[in-house]
């Protein structure tokens, strides 16, 4: 498996809508800057097998409007974005300690869920217990809009509330803990 980079030349962002078939697949280019010293153009960098082969056959490719910039080959398989939870960074930038060291910490923030099934009253109700979302400490909101974009690809501007990104990270299997997320309301979670 490969992880490859890619760049938009002369851009500092963009989001690139690059055809599959009859679907459009949106690649975002960041971290582009032009200073006094040179240009540093947009980047995208992935190991989705897919996406590498939407975008070295798409005609900005085959233009130049997007250039290969590095390729490394990973010598084990890349874990998919609902297993992969890499350690949020501080605002320091220093490791944070683990979300959820132990079952006993987990404990501390409870979440109920539960599927009861629909029947006839001589049925017996069936429950099912859903797995419970990875718990992941953040200082802050920015804290949060960085974890989004750096592993689940949300940027920044989708995510512009506590409430909104408790949501996009509640579709990914993650909840955020600490700082203005202990006081969210889950009724707000909800109606974002």
Same mark, same amino acid.
């Given at each position: 498996?490969?992880?490859?980079?890619?760049?938009?030349?002369?851009?500092?962002?963009?989001?690139?809508?690059?055809?599959?078939?009859?679907?459009?697949?949106?690649?975002?280019?960041?971290?582009?800057? +032009?200073?006094?010293?040179?240009?540093?153009?947009?980047?995208?960098?992935?190991?989705?097998?897919? +996406?590498?082969?939407? +975008?070295?056959?798409?005609?900005?490719?085959?233009?130049?409007?997007?250039?290969?910039?590095?390729?490394?080959?990973?010598?084990?398989?890349?874990?998919?974005?609902?297993?992969?939870?890499?350690?949020?960074?501080?605002?320091?930038?220093?490791?944070?300690?683990?979300?959820?060291?132990?079952?006993?910490?987990?404990?501390?923030?409870?979440?109920?869920?539960?599927?009861?099934?629909?029947?006839?009253?001589?049925?017996?109700?069936?429950?099912?217990?859903?797995?419970?979302?990875?718990?992941?400490?953040?200082?802050?909101?920015?804290?949060?809009?960085?974890?989004?974009?750096?592993?689940?690809? +949300?940027?920044?501007?989708?995510?512009?509330?506590?409430?909104?990104?408790?949501?996009?990270?509640?579709?990914?299997?993650?909840?955020?803990?600490?700082?203005?997320?202990?006081?969210?309301?889950?009724?707000?979670?909800?109606?974002?």
């Amino acid at each position: 498996m490969e992880k490859i980079t890619y760049t938009a030349p002369n851009l500092m962002d963009w989001v690139a809508q690059l055809r599959a078939g009859g679907a459009v697949v949106k690649v975002h280019f960041t971290g582009g800057a +032009i200073t006094a010293y040179g240009v540093t153009p947009a980047s995208y960098t992935t190991s989705d097998p897919f +996406i590498q082969k939407v +975008i070295e056959q798409s005609s900005h490719f085959k233009e130049g409007r997007i250039k290969l910039d590095r390729r490394i080959t990973l010598s084990e398989p890349v874990k998919s974005k609902t297993q992969q939870h890499p350690k949020p960074q501080s605002a320091a930038g220093n490791p944070t300690p683990p979300a959820c060291p132990s079952p006993e910490a987990a404990e501390s923030y409870p979440v109920e869920n539960k599927v009861e099934a629909v029947g006839d009253a001589a049925d017996t109700p069936m429950e099912e217990t859903i797995d419970a979302p990875v718990l992941v400490a953040v200082s802050c909101l920015p804290d949060a809009q960085d974890y989004l974009q750096r592993n689940c690809s +949300i940027p920044s501007h989708k995510v512009r509330t506590c409430a909104a990104a408790q949501k996009a990270a509640l579709g990914h299997g993650v909840k955020f803990v600490g700082g203005s997320f202990d006081t969210v309301d889950n009724d707000q979670v909800g109606e974002d």
